[in-house]
């Protein structure tokens, strides 16, 4: 017997009605969670505390900081984040990650477990872990996707469809890149772009980017200085330079993939904390753009504020600051440190391009090599290549090379990954 004609369009309303609240929830979590990052900053650091959405950058303000300030604000951070995860694996339910939570009949993410996993991420960043930020709203997005479809009484395969939008669109919102966030959903999680799928992607990301957006403010991510046109010769240096991308890519993915495995979950974790939090806070004295998730690094190289040994410095500082806290027991993503990898890798390989053939402008290379690494990195070429236009908002010419550098990248890391692991 077919169904009534109420039935079988209330599930389509309600998914749509569904897909629409959950833009708005992402949107406001992102914006909440922004604004709490950028309170704990400007408290812990000192800076600009009368204006807490202010133009004043972190890295402004942790320069600024007297030394003290910032060894103590790491400090800090060892404590919350060694007792906090401490807490969270010991005491209260287990967490229910977002690769398992989008299969369909996959048990729902505890609320009290996930709340206290994304405060811990964005008080840790905010008080100057190496960690990114990016999983927090994720994470936020997926748990209140999920009361939705389930309170409106979606199907098992609408209610994974709709964590893994919830997921996208929580990126969308903290960086204002609504088509990537959108990729990220179908890319990364679902693994198919069917329409059924790309519409509400788009729709949750898109309208939790805009809610955000109203908060926040509609500013790119990253400031660059030069005019829009590329270059024949920036052209060859990308495919020169993918390979290289790739092998950074494919070490730091080994690094960190290692790191997180091995990582502690009783009472090591809290002592691992004390030791590694401390030990960032003193390489920050020296190297201040280290602290925080890599967008200070990324906008120096943008800047060419870097001298040669400034940079290999900072490169050491962060890639070991980001293997201790995951080592430690603590969590975040690697999004944006994953860019300023890349950003590093590509303006050294600038400086030696430059020195045999000077003329390009800095930036120009990170803007080529950091989403490439990302891409290799993560595995994520779609969403890395919406991201660097996204969070810059250059012309779409740079796509040129943003996609052969991408390639050559992607093709270095995969045949790495055949041959040796």
């Not at 939705?148 to 969308?172: K, N, Y």
């Not at 969590?331 to 390009?360: C, D, E, Q, R, Y």
Request: glycine residues 10%.
């Amino acid at each position: 017997m077919s169904q009534p004609a109420s039935r079988r369009l209330s599930q389509p309303l309600s998914f749509a009605f569904a897909c629409l609240l959950t833009g708005v929830v992402a949107g406001i979590g992102g914006l909440i969670l922004s604004s709490l990052l950028h309170i704990i900053q400007h408290l812990a650091y000192g800076y600009s505390t009368d204006q807490i959405l202010g133009h004043v950058s972190f890295l402004e303000g942790a320069t600024q900081a007297p030394w003290w300030r910032r060894l103590l604000a790491l400090c800090v951070c060892a404590l919350v984040a060694g007792l906090g995860w401490w807490y969270l694996w010991q005491r209260m339910r287990p967490l229910v990650g977002i690769n398992q939570a989008v299969r369909e009949g996959a048990p729902p993410m505890p609320t009290g477990s996930t709340l206290w996993h994304v405060l811990l991420q964005i008080v840790t960043v905010g008080l100057g872990s190496p960690l990114g930020r990016e999983v927090a709203p994720r994470e936020l997005g997926a748990l209140g996707a999920g009361h939705i479809a389930r309170r409106l009484g979606l199907s098992s395969e609408d209610v994974a469809l709709l964590i893994a939008c919830g997921t996208g669109a929580g990126l969308a919102a903290v960086y204002n890149v609504p088509l990537a966030g959108a990729l990220f959903s179908l890319e990364v999680l679902l693994g198919r772009f069917r329409w059924r799928m790309v519409i509400p992607a788009l729709t949750t990301s898109a309208l939790a980017a805009w809610i955000a957006a109203l908060g926040l403010g509609n500013a790119p991510q990253y400031h660059l200085h030069m005019s829009t046109e590329t270059s024949p010769q920036l052209m060859i240096w990308a495919i020169a330079a993918g390979p290289l991308l790739g092998l950074g890519a494919y070490a730091f993915s080994r690094i960190t993939e290692q790191a997180r495995v091995s990582a502690p979950r009783d009472h090591r974790l809290f002592f691992y904390c004390l030791i590694n939090f401390p030990l960032i806070g003193l390489m920050g004295i020296a190297a201040p753009s280290i602290l925080g998730n890599g967008k200070p690094i990324v906008q120096s190289c943008i800047d060419g504020t870097f001298t040669l040994p400034v940079l290999l410095m900072v490169l050491a500082f962060k890639l070991i600051a980001v293997w201790g806290s995951l080592k430690s027991g603590a969590h975040g993503g690697l999004l944006t440190p994953g860019l300023a990898m890349g950003a590093i890798i590509g303006t050294l390989a600038g400086m030696l391009w430059n020195s045999v053939l000077p003329g390009m402008p800095m930036e120009a290379f990170v803007l080529v090599a950091a989403p490439a690494f990302l891409a290799a990195s993560m595995r994520v070429p779609m969403t890395a290549l919406a991201l660097g236009l996204e969070l810059t908002r250059v012309d779409h010419s740079w796509l040129s090379p943003m996609v052969l550098a991408t390639a050559g990248a992607l093709a270095t890391a995969h045949l790495c990954r055949q041959r040796w692991s």
